[in-house]
């Protein structure tokens, strides 16, 4: 798969010819540049409206025609693929290890590439919530709901998607919160306490997976097994999957339940520099991603339900919407991604104990 970087993926194609109604034949090649944005699954429509906001301010401010071509699928999957050679110019992905995986992997970027962005290159945050059926039939609330016999659970495979290990230690989280109470107090909790909770979270994670009956490799793969194909009483996914699938669904068929707690999910997105730098796009790939911190691509955050990370100037019609609920910071509980990688989700991990023995 070396060298990737072709129409065999689902391209979509954005420059000024597209958002002023010219065709390609009249553009001059020498004065276009392109990128391609590698990116998870629920980010579709929002980098097709952000990438022609972009191609916009990009031929006001420098006279040049920007094209950027899109690849999406779970986050995981998509970090695999750049580290197998699909040539990125920048990476927008669910969560900081799968960015990590590349570095390391890869040597196509900085270990420190965290530090280049604003919020540890986190432009936009969301959280989990439940998908139910309308009416919420099994009356669920919560996540001690997800347990139950008569209930049923859909979410992605967390080898594959980045969404899915939110959801994963989201629910740890939650258990962790019942057992101890305040976080933030960790480092003065006795160790066997913390023992105690931490079995206790295993425990709970386990019996859920025990009630899915399909892993689908990214979160729209999930949305779709839930919504198209009828299975499942509740899907556990992104806040901003859930608020599309609520707008898209016909005739209220399903209904947002949002939980006690839940991890703050934090996307955070990179500069590919080694094959920027490579392509001759290094300039432009970085004014890309400076741009999702603009006030302009804040609102078209929230407006595709991604809570954005700085609310100055943004409507209060476009965040009203996010439903209030305890959000934590992964690294204030469980350290780096790095770790929780290593532990839960790599070859042989706690995930694969869990789902192998069912």
């Known amino acids: 798969m070396k060298g990737i970087r072709d129409a065999s993926l689902l391209w979509i194609l954005v420059g000024v010819f597209g958002l002023f109604g010219c065709s390609t034949g009249g553009v001059d ?3 276009t540049v392109r990128l391609l944005n590698v990116s998870y699954d629920p980010t579709r429509s929002f980098y097709q409206e952000f990438n022609e906001l972009f191609a916009k301010h990009w031929m006001d401010s420098r006279g040049q025609v920007v094209v950027i071509d899109q690849s999406h699928a779970g986050s995981g999957k998509q970090a695999r693929s750049v580290i197998d050679g699909l040539e990125a110019d920048v990476v927008t992905l669910a969560l900081g290890y799968d960015i990590d995986a590349i570095a390391k992997h890869a040597e196509l970027l900085p270990k420190d590439w965290q530090t280049k962005l604003p919020n540890n290159s986190s432009p936009y945050t969301s959280a989990i919530v439940f998908l139910v059926r ?3 039939p099994k009356g669920i609330r919560d996540w001690p709901d997800l347990v139950r016999e008569d209930v049923s659970v859909i979410t992605a495979n967390p080898k594959t ?8 230690m989201s629910a740890w989280t939650f258990v962790l919160d019942r057992e101890l109470g305040d976080l933030s107090k960790l480092k003065s909790i006795p160790h066997e306490q913390l023992q105690a909770a931490d ?3 295993e425990q709970f994670v386990r019996d859920l997976y025990r009630r899915v009956p399909v892993l689908d490799s990214g979160a729209r793969g999930a ?3 839930f919504i198209q194909r009828g299975l499942g009483d509740v899907l556990i996914t992104w806040e901003n999957e859930a608020m599309m699938a609520l707008q898209e669904s016909p005739d209220d068929s399903v209904v947002i339940v949002t939980p006690s707690i839940s991890l703050l999910a934090e ?3 990179a500069v590919i520099e080694q094959l920027a730098i490579k392509h001759n796009t290094l300039e432009v790939a970085d004014s890309y991603l400076e741009y999702l911190y603009s006030l302009e691509a804040q609102k078209l955050a929230a407006k595709h339900f991604f809570r954005p990370t700085n609310r100055d100037g943004i409507p209060s019609e476009l965040t009203d919407v996010f439903s209030e609920l305890k959000l934590v910071r992964l690294a204030d509980v469980f350290g780096s991604w790095v770790e929780v990688q290593k532990r839960h989700f790599d070859d042989g991990g ?3 104990q869990m789902y192998n023995s069912q």
């Open 29 to 31: 090649p020498e004065n």
């Open 134 to 136: 309308k009416g919420n």
């Open 161 to 168: 998607s980045g969404g899915a290990r939110w959801n994963y």
């Open 199 to 201: 079995l206790a979270a």
């Open 223 to 225: 949305t779709n097994t």
């Open 267 to 269: 996307p955070t997105v």
């Open 350 to 352: 706690l995930f694969d």
